[in-house]
């Protein structure tokens, strides 16, 4: 079984969770669609897919690739996930339901919310501010859930 784990990355957060998950799961092929948006996944069985929150909302490029690939995502096993930074655990479903469309989120075999990272080295300007402000965090967190990458990986290998 070839799967793809395909993700969206502003400062390589989602990248590593990526990486955890093909680790995870044995082997996989990584593409990140900031190097490779038109990526051609005829030739996998399986796909992973997520992309990081900002401000409630995935970024665009994720939504693009959905809306470009929707009927392919569909004929496959899937598993969702979503990288952010929310502890509240109904504001991180409203966080899945905005990050993938519903016919995404009910065919697949689940849709799990990764954790994340503040790294101040990685922020701009304004990004610094916004979280000092809104979050009150002032300095770098990691708090990537390592259980939710496991859960998912076991998932798409007993999918059929
Ligand atoms: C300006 C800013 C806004 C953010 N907004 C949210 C948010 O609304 N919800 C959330 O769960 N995480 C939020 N986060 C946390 C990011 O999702 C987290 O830093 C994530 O690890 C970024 O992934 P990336 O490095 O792959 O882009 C925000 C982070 C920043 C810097």
Redesign the pocket.
């Known amino acids: 079984m070839s799967t793809a784990v395909v993700y969206v ?7 590593k969770i990526a990486d955890l998950i093909a680790q995870a799961l044995g082997t996989a092929t990584l593409i990140d669609l900031g190097d490779d948006p038109g990526s051609d996944l005829s030739r996998f069985d399986r796909i992973v897919l997520g992309g ?5 909302q995935p970024l665009k490029r994720l939504k693009a690739f959905e809306a470009a690939h929707a009927a392919e995502l569909l004929s496959k096993p899937l598993a969702l996930f979503t ?4 502890t509240d655990l109904s504001q991180r479903e409203a ?1 899945i339901a905005a990050m993938f469309s519903e016919p995404l989120r009910s065919h697949a075999v689940g849709a799990w919310f990764m954790g ?3 790294q101040f080295q990685e ?1 701009g300007f304004f ?1 610094k501010a ?2 000092r402000r809104i979050v009150h965090v002032t300095e770098s967190v990691t708090a990537i859930d390592q259980v939710a990458v496991t859960a998912l990986a076991q998932a798409l290998k007993t999918a059929r």
């Open positions: 990355t502003k400062h390589g957060t989602t990248a990081p929150v900002y401000a409630g990288c952010g930074m929310e966080e994340g990272e503040f922020l990004e916004v979280v």
